[in-house]
């Protein structure tokens, strides 16, 4: 009886111990699996999940974080020359540098590709995240990251949204946060707050367009020129720029309103507004004795076949000469569809209107995507051309673009030139145009009629350059 009873307790011990360590067993791996659900498998980093659960309990405890949105600039052209294990090599070493710089009291996950994210749970204030983020931003810059023996230069651009202020739920701050990221990703800013009347989805932007669209019926647009000149200091022609002069905030730059239409179909309204109003205005000067080119931006939202249809209509309105109108897109609109970009610019070419790249240097066009365009000019981004004295790596940039465009047989047009200092080693590096400060700020219409025939009077008289006086109009 006692050898059963024995061996019936050890039995049911056994029993129970077994139970034990399977529940156990079973805890451990729900606790794997719960982590492997809030875990990014690349980085290490938690994912999208883990941040809006954290988010979520940290607006419900009455918390104030704040969110910052990192999209990398060019990541994909890590992925289409490198190769896709480049990248995410270079993603697990940004991620490394991200963790390092936010500090133990920020979480930092990766939402997917090349977007991060950083939650910091009870910051000052606004302030404080953007000194977070510009710091992030300076620790890209100097992260030394590589893939295998290639060194590989990150930028990237960061969107913050506050809570409160800016959002009451966690959807709300990541889809606030997206919208500053990209308005800091178009304005080339680096670092920007969440703005609602910046916002497309927002009820202000939606007022905002509301107003432009009537804006544009009331004649409250209006288009500045800026000059361009030669390596001689004469005028070779304008660049178009558009404003608002709105009847409450006075004279509106494009940044103010720019971003969120071109989101919109109404940016194709405006591109033929500004279109056939700068070639109308071109075409009056060509009547009144000033014959120029005139240069028009063009948007990635309108780079379609749309475009060639404007331009036919404002050829033959004007009876303007095709190779006479300069059309600037954008990095941008190269990478988003380079299939497309090549097919647009190739009518254009046949046509006779010449294609300038604005902005090149400043986004993530490779010479695959260059190669193969049939482009007419670069236009070297201000960025490099502003401190190009001050700074000697950015003469050696400026200088590499320049002998590449002339082997590709294009034309260099160097924007942001404020000072005769950077305009002489400008012209000695072989730079074609010139454009900025130091000649004009952009000028309304009849500015631009008066500046062209002084400067035209001047040069008559005196040694080429350009004038050192002060420029008027409206930048």
């Not at 977007?115 to 931003?137: I, N, Q, T, Y």
């Not at 090549?342 to 995507?369: M, N, Y």
């Not at 049939?374 to 401190?387: C, I, N, P, T, Y």
């Not at 950015?394 to 200088?399: G, K, L, R, T």
């Amino acid at each position: 009886m006692d050898a059963a009873w024995t061996a019936w307790t050890t039995v049911v011990v056994v029993t129970v111990l077994a139970a034990l360590a399977l529940a156990a067993v079973a805890r451990q791996r729900d606790r794997r699996s719960a982590e492997v659900a809030l875990t990014d498998t690349l980085t290490g980093l938690g994912n999208r999940t883990a941040l809006v659960q954290r988010l979520t309990r940290l607006l419900a405890s009455g918390g104030s974080p704040g969110l910052l949105l990192l999209d990398l600039d060019g990541f994909k052209d890590v992925n289409d020359t490198l190769g896709h294990s480049a990248g995410d090599v270079l993603l697990r070493q940004v991620a490394s540098v991200l963790q390092r710089t936010a500090g133990p009291q920020a979480q930092v996950t990766r939402l997917g590709g090349d977007e991060f994210a950083v939650l910091v749970p009870s910051p000052a204030d606004g302030a404080e995240l953007e000194v977070l983020a510009k710091r992030l931003l300076a620790a890209l810059s100097i992260g030394g990251f590589s893939s295998g023996e290639v060194p590989l230069d990150v930028q990237g651009s960061i969107g913050i949204a506050v809570a409160g202020d800016d959002g009451a739920s966690a959807d709300e701050l990541l889809q606030h946060a997206d919208v500053a990221m990209y308005a800091a990703k178009r304005a080339r800013a680096g670092v920007l707050r969440y703005a609602a009347d910046s916002d497309p989805h927002s009820t202000g932007a939606l007022e905002v367009l509301g107003q432009l669209r009537q804006a544009m019926e009331e004649d409250q647009l209006v288009v500045h020129y800026q000059p361009k000149v030669g390596g001689d200091g004469r005028l070779l022609g304008f660049e178009a720029l558009v404003r608002w002069q709105h009847p409450v905030r006075g004279l509106l730059p494009p940044a103010a309103f720019l971003p969120f239409v071109e989101r919109t179909r109404l940016i194709h309204a405006l591109t033929r507004w500004v279109l056939l109003t700068a070639v109308r205005q071109v075409a009056t000067w060509r009547a009144q004795g000033l014959d120029t080119t005139v240069s028009v931006n063009i948007s990635a939202a309108s780079l379609d076949e749309g475009l060639l249809g404007m331009v036919e209509e404002a050829l033959a309105l004007t009876r303007w000469p095709a190779e006479q109108l300069v059309l600037e897109i954008t990095e941008t609109a190269i990478v988003v569809d380079p299939a497309g970009a090549r097919r647009t610019v190739q009518r254009l070419r046949e046509r006779g209107v010449r294609v300038s790249v604005d902005d090149f240097g400043a986004g993530a066009t490779s010479l695959v995507h260059l190669r193969g365009l049939a482009v007419h000019e670069l236009k070297v981004d201000r960025q490099f051309v502003s401190d190009l004295m001050a700074h000697p790596e950015d003469e050696v940039i400026v200088s590499s673009v320049i002998a590449l465009a002339h082997r590709l047989g294009l034309v260099v047009v160097a924007e942001g030139v404020e000072d005769a200092r950077t305009a002489e080693r400008l012209r000695a590096m072989g730079c074609d145009e010139l454009q900025g400060y130091l000649f004009a700020r952009p000028l309304p219409a009849g500015e631009a009629l008066a500046w062209a025939r002084a400067e035209r009077d001047r040069l008559a008289v005196g040694p080429a350059g350009p004038s050192t006086g002060p420029s008027t109009g409206t930048a």
